[in-house]
């Protein structure tokens, strides 16, 4: 690969009067047709596919109903994206990512977690299944169906997920084979009480801390014994719970060393870890990636696929760090115009975008009163 190739999809635009008129159309063309969210649902036999439309559709494996969302690109790679949790909703259909097929020429395939058609107490469902049904065997199976209807080669299949939706790739692509999981902040430790853990024993009665016949519950096993895939795991070092829980446990159970700051490589496994600071509008742990950052994200794909040495990336990395960083950083500065007027209630109800739990805006009102102490004074942001 070449560095040309982290961005393939721009056209030159010559310096004229009508510049920015020609850069507003080439930004327009990146908007997502959302009437495609808006079609009926079309129902596919996933075992003898006619035809893939582009927009929602549902298909099942084994009883089970996965509800999608697709949309075909002329490149020869396929993104599965998988969903992660429905913590403070019960929106159906979160088909997170979906407008991101405008930014590549890929095919794109969404898939969200049926999980929590079974039991709508269930606030991460990790596409675990059921003691009998293991829906990451499903996903790989629909993957398998569709790549091959596209005559994508499996090694251009990538699962693809952030959080419970991270830990469902890396799985999925396991099971598959031959493909690339990209995880962002997956959980893959479940030996210990996390609360989305005693949520899941207690609403399923299943126990993620017993060993599972398809080990579900062993990540680090799938890992170690896919020697065919290429596992990307991004992890946020401001989440300590990624980090420590997680990450590092990965590498002291496959007795690997700590990967350094930026990329990292440990045989098929690739670490990217960056900083992004948790903030009044969320934790770290959900400071994910961009659509800017997604193209450094399937880069890097790219890069590791193609057996490229990643070493000499790595200061690119670091830059492309500061700018995810720069992403959520400057949200927890203030810029106040009339600051003797507005109160810290009218503050915290200005900055925090998502109120549907008042109790979460007043412990974030409450954290931020401690951090000013009574004494406040503001600074402009630059």
Known sequence: MDIKDIFPYEEPIKLSDDINKQLDIRRQKYEADRTLLEKDIVEIDIENIVELQNGRLKTHVDGVEFECFFHRGEGRKLYIVLEAARRGTRVRNRLAR????????????????????????????????????????????????????????????????????????IHSAAIFGHGTAVSINGQINFEYDHKDVINYIKCTGIDLHQADKWNRNALCKVMSEAKDVIFILLENSCSSWDINDHLLYLCNILKCPPPEYGISQFGNITTWIYDAPANIQRNAHICFENKNIFYAIDF?????RGNEDVEKYKPLYLLFNEFWHDIYYPTIKFHVQDKESLSIEELIDKLIWNRRRKAVADYKLKKISEIINSDITWREVD
Not at 99 to 112: E, P, Q
Not at 124 to 132: D, M, Q, S
Not at 300 to 304: E, I, M, Q, R
């Open 300 to 304: 890097l794909t790219g890069l590791v």
């Open 98 to 169: 979906w407008s991101w097929y405008t930014f590549s020429d890929y095919s794109w395939l969404v898939i969200t977690d049926p999980t929590y058609s079974d039991n709508e107490d269930v606030e991460v469902g990790w596409f675990y299944g059921t003691a009998e049904k293991n829906y990451r065997k499903y996903v790989a199976h629909i993957a398998d169906k569709i790549s091959d209807y596209l005559c994508i080669e499996k090694d251009n299949v990538c699962f693809y997920g952030s959080s419970a939706g991270g830990t469902a790739a």
